[in-house]
């Protein structure tokens, strides 16, 4: 497939780090050395739905298509107000489509994912448009008053357009089981027969283990991706790391012997957006028109699970 439009969407309410000094015991010299965040976007007034539907109109109209023209629409989301029915169904009603559509949850790696199941529907002969959504509100997973995770989460939506073509080089997605790193529970209603207590934990972290998978995953998936396309780490024009820290992204750029000028950077004033992150950052690559026609492009994002994947394409 080929990417022919993208759109994003962020909550107009910044918060600054400054900003979280006023109830909370850290410092804007903590957070931005050890993270890169300056500031982030987080949900108020508005809802996730109607964010998600704003950057999936953007990118149809980046596309020039319509939504009738669509065959497909993968949502990608760890949480929102709904339960059931699924976010992509909501996105589908909002812009006016009438094709099959299904949410995934591989947490921030749900963009490569999507990527994957379209191209292998492409492949199969079953779609030729389709449309990527992933719209993420991480800040309602957090605690507010635990330092160690909300400073460095923000919301907001990502969106590609798919139509046929040959720019997807290779994809690489892989998943090791390790729960106890990155976690939330969430209450669900008693029943007569389940009598033990439910739990209502906001979202855990053990930080460091998640950095050191994190480099280990995307330096392997990056090289995987590259290896089976043929393709030297040189060769690539830009690598889009998902945006959980620009230490993690520093010593990724490391492992790969790269200069920082391929790797853009736009956690400063985002935040880590779960899987929105790769979607946002390649809409404002391509609007501040940093891509040539045959750029090559690697992404990379990793995740809760764990999961994580690669992809290299051309633009
Ligand atoms: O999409 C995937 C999601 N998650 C990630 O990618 C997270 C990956 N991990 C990280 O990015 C880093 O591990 C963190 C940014 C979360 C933490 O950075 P760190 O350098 O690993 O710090 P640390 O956890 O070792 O904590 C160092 C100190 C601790 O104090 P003590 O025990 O040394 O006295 C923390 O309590 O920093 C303290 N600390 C803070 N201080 C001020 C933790 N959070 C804060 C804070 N402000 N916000």
Redesign the pocket.
């Known amino acids: 497939m080929k990417i022919v439009g993208t759109g994003s969407a962020l909550p107009t309410k910044i918060v600054t780090n400054d900003m979280l000094t006023d109830f909370l015991?850290?410092?804007d010299e903590?957070?931005t050395t050890?993270?890169g965040v300056k500031s982030r976007h987080v949900i108020s007034n508005e809802k996730l739905e109607d964010l998600a539907i704003e950057a999936a109109r953007k990118a149809l109209d980046d596309a020039s298509l319509k939504a009738e023209d669509l065959d497909f629409i993968i949502c990608s989301n760890v949480v929102n107000e709904y339960v059931t029915p699924q976010l992509s169904c909501i996105i589908q009603g909002g812009i006016g489509a009438s094709c099959p559509c299904m949410d995934i949850n591989c947490a921030?790696a749900g963009f490569i994912h999507a990527l994957e199941i379209a191209e292998s529907f492409h492949k199969a002969g079953r779609v030729n448009n389709v449309l990527i959504v992933c719209a993420e509100e991480p800040t309602r997973m957090t605690d507010w008053s635990d330092?160690?995770t909300c400073?460095?989460f923000g919301d907001g939506a990502g969106a590609v357009v798919l139509a046929p073509g040959n720019n997807i080089r290779s994809i690489k997605l892989s998943a090791s089981s390790a729960t106890d790193k990155?976690w939330q529970y969430r209450p669900l209603h008693p029943t007569p027969y389940i009598t033990k207590d439910e739990q209502d934990v906001p979202l855990q972290?053990k930080?460091?283990d998640?950095?050191k998978f994190?480099v280990k995953a995307a330096s392997k998936d990056i090289s995987r991706t590259l290896e089976d396309a043929g393709v030297n780490a040189d060769e690539v024009d830009h690598y889009l790391l998902?945006q959980?820290?620009v230490r993690?992204i520093s010593a990724i750029q490391d492992y790969l012997n790269q200069p920082a000028e391929k790797f853009p950077v736009n956690i400063t004033d985002h935040g880590?957006s779960?899987s929105s992150s790769c979607p946002i950052l390649l809409d404002e690559c391509r609007r501040s028109s940093r891509f040539k026609d045959g750029d090559l492009i690697a992404m990379s994002a990793?995740?809760a699970g764990f999961v994580s994947g690669a992809v290299l394409f051309e633009w």
Do not use: P
């Open positions: 015991d850290t410092s903590w957070i050890r993270t921030c330092r160690r400073v460095l990155l972290m930080g460091q998640v950095f994190a998902h959980a820290n993690i880590n779960s990793f995740g």
